[in-house]
């Protein structure tokens, strides 16, 4: 066995290796660059060494230092993670040489599989079917919009060596295919170093099934189920779950037999991942294909762990050592079900837009790492992020994936709701409201999931999840609750004028525009009359307020401002304004304040850098015209023009680097 591993990555993934590691006795070397100086995973390895500047480009990405920080600190072995250089065959060779393990995959494995388009041939020698498409060079914007149109609508263009949803663009029409060729190639470049695109059929209501390969050196391949990931966003997943709710026992044997003879066609051994299409539309499940096999450990590998109770990362460095595996297939077995939701800096109520900044209050609703692969209680955190740090514009937007398991589908979604509620995130834009509705969503519940989902579900972007009427008369009680406990200690202050008044016991409270009559008591609260049986503490200044109704438990984010309290519980955030009933009948003389129009200037909607500006000075646009595209968290966004004008000044140039709320341009 090893005696040193050292992690050729960052943040939750090298914390995710390390933890194993540590268990196993094995002693870790993290190597980091100058943005993650402080970051947890340097904390937590036994050694760390620097190498070099933020852009993963000057750091993670250059084989040269980690093999020097190989030697400097004596490792035998080195874990890739995922993304950065796993799947650079370039690297496995240049570790080879220096008498480095690589734990991962054959050199020739990766070489087969990790480049789309060679892996989709070997697939069709192996008799694996595949999405129809064209597997070749593609020259430039002409001979793609030529192939698509033979192909036939809507199509997929994907950066040959892409993965993690970049470099990719779905394309509807001929113009689609204009405007985005040329940014998938970039994408490709900027990211992977290879601008080769390829073009596919888009499969209509499409679910993404991946079936997770583990195999050793001495030729024993097992599949280890399936995952079910569809529920996408920008061709990057969000939600994952094992099992599937749509596939059978009979589908799960024969997907996962042709995935171990595709795995078995190259020599693969160690963690991989074959990632499917199933056609929705086929009730009988038969129509899966190949989309690409990744030969790594993918992100969403703990609820296959929850599931079997398989440590994947420790099997992986078995393996790489030359032992044999354990396990047959008869052992891989089915328990319960585990949901993973991936928390990401991008803020949904503004269009999901990427989010840069420092982490100003951060509490997990259990602590990272902690418990085995089911986590604590069913709940597990994988995280690589602590309070006080920033999530920069370098790296992934991730901060943490949230896993909770359960004996039934239901009891693990439910358990996804209640963590999230728990989860306290401020300083930046993050989605955690908007994984507690898909959590909740009915949709989602039934288990009718399609790539399409989110898409087809908030057409209009995101505002908040749907709110039972009961969870709004929580709300109001607890308002109310802490009006009077504010109250209560604004009065005991000393010196203040009513320190010799009882607080107010009556209140109006006004939730989604909607006022409700709160009365405290000595014993009891009452809403609009009716008795509300809660239990609840709450000292002035708590962020978290934890209530038990009727037998069930409600935790509640709570902040304070001028009217009241912005809450925020079951996927929504609420503006409640909170009065003394003697004093909410003046709030209606109030004037309301109406915002700028702002509709003339192309505002930045996120840090990011100006690649491309597509108009100059007093060109006349059109509404949705694009005018600007921003790179940012290694995705490119094109920014439109909201209505039709004629650009009057260009206040960036190609290139700049701009700030959040930057103004680009100006229109007449």
């Known amino acids: 066995m090893f005696k040193k591993i050292l992690i050729a990555n960052r943040g939750e993934i090298a914390c995710r290796v390390i933890k194993t590691a540590r268990r196993m006795g094995i002693a870790t070397v993290a190597v980091y660059s100058d943005a993650d100086a402080r970051a947890p995973f340097v904390q937590m390895a036994d050694e760390a060494v620097h190498i070099g500047a933020s852009p993963a480009s000057e750091s993670y990405l250059i084989a040269d230092k980690i093999i020097a920080a190989c030697k400097q600190t004596g490792a035998d072995a080195v874990h890739p993670g995922y993304g950065f250089l796993s799947e650079r065959t370039s690297f496995a060779e240049a570790l080879a040489k220096e008498g480095i393990a690589f734990v991962g995959p054959p050199v020739n494995a990766i070489a087969a599989m990790g480049d789309k388009i060679e892996s989709k041939k070997l697939a069709l020698e192996a008799g694996v079917n595949v999405v129809p498409g064209f597997v070749g060079e593609i020259d430039d914007t002409e001979h793609a919009v030529r192939i698509a149109n033979e192909i036939g609508y809507p199509v997929m263009m994907k950066a040959s060596a892409g993965g993690g949803g970049k470099g990719m663009r779905l394309a509807y029409d001929e113009k689609d295919v204009r405007e985005g060729f040329e940014a998938t190639k970039r994408e490709g470049l900027n990211s ?309 008044l009882e607080p107010p016991a009556k209140w109006q409270v006004s939730v989604g525009g909607a006022a409700h009559k709160v009365k405290i008591g000595h014993k009891h609260i009452k809403v609009d009359g009716d008795k509300v049986d809660i239990a609840l503490e709450y000292t002035p200044g708590d962020r978290l307020v934890v209530a038990e109704i009727d037998g069930d438990e409600l935790a509640v984010k709570v902040a304070k401002t001028r009217a009241g309290w912005r809450m925020t519980t079951r996927g929504r955030i609420h503006n409640v304004q909170v009065l003394p009933w003697h004093i909410a009948p003046l709030s209606a003389h109030m004037i309301e304040k109406i915002p700028p129009d702002l509709s003339r200037f192309l505002i930045c909607p996120m840090p990011g850098l100006l690649v491309a500006l597509h108009v100059g000075e007093g060109d006349k646009v059109e509404a949705g015209q694009p005018l600007a595209t921003v790179e940012a968290m290694k995705m490119e966004n094109i920014l439109r023009a909201e209505k039709t004008g004629t650009v009057k000044t260009i206040n960036a140039a190609q290139g700049d680097s701009l700030a959040v709320d930057a103004v680009i341009l100006e229109m007449e």
Request: aromatic share 8%.
């Open 192 to 500: 992977f170093g290879d601008d080769r695109v390829f073009i596919e059929k888009f499969i209509l209501n499409p679910r993404h099934i991946e079936i997770q390969i583990l195999g050793d050196q001495h030729g024993n391949i097992l599949y280890l189920n399936e995952r079910e990931c569809s529920i996408q966003r920008r061709h990057q997943k969000v939600v994952e779950e094992a099992p599937s709710p749509f596939v059978t026992e009979k589908m799960r044997k024969a997907m996962g037999e042709q995935c171990v003879a595709l795995a078995r066609a190259v020599g693969y051994y160690s963690a991989g991942t074959v990632e499917l299409i199933v056609s929705g539309a086929d009730p009988t499940g038969e129509s899966f294909y190949f989309l690409e096999m990744n030969t790594r450990l993918q992100v969403e590998h703990p609820v296959t762990e929850a599931i079997t109770g398989i440590d994947l990362v420790e099997q992986m460095i078995r393996v790489a050592a030359g032992e044999k595996l354990e396990l047959t297939q008869d052992d891989i077995k089915i328990d319960g079900w585990a949901i993973e939701n991936r928390v990401y800096a991008e803020d949904p109520y503004r269009g999901f837009l990427p989010s840069t900044g420092r982490l100003v209050r951060y509490r997990t609703p259990v602590p990272a790492w902690a418990g085995d692969e089911r986590g604590e209680d069913g709940v597990r955190v994988d995280a690589g992020v602590e309070e006080g740090g920033e999530v920069s514009i370098f790296y992934d937007p991730m901060i943490a994936k949230l896993i909770t398991w359960g004996k039934t589908r239901d009891e693990a979604a439910d358990l996804q709701v209640a963590a999230l509620d728990r989860f306290e995130l401020e300083g930046l834009g993050h989605n955690i409201d908007f994984l507690s509705a898909i959590m909740q969503h009915p949709r989602f519940r039934a288990g009718e999931l399609t790539t399409g989902f989110i898409a087809e579900e908030y057409p209009e972007g995101f505002s908040g999840a749907e709110v039972a009427e009961d969870v709004v008369r929580a709300l109001a009680a607890i308002a109310g609750f802490m009006a009077s406990a504010e109250a209560d200690r604004a009065r005991r202050t000393d010196g203040q004028l009513g320190d010799r």
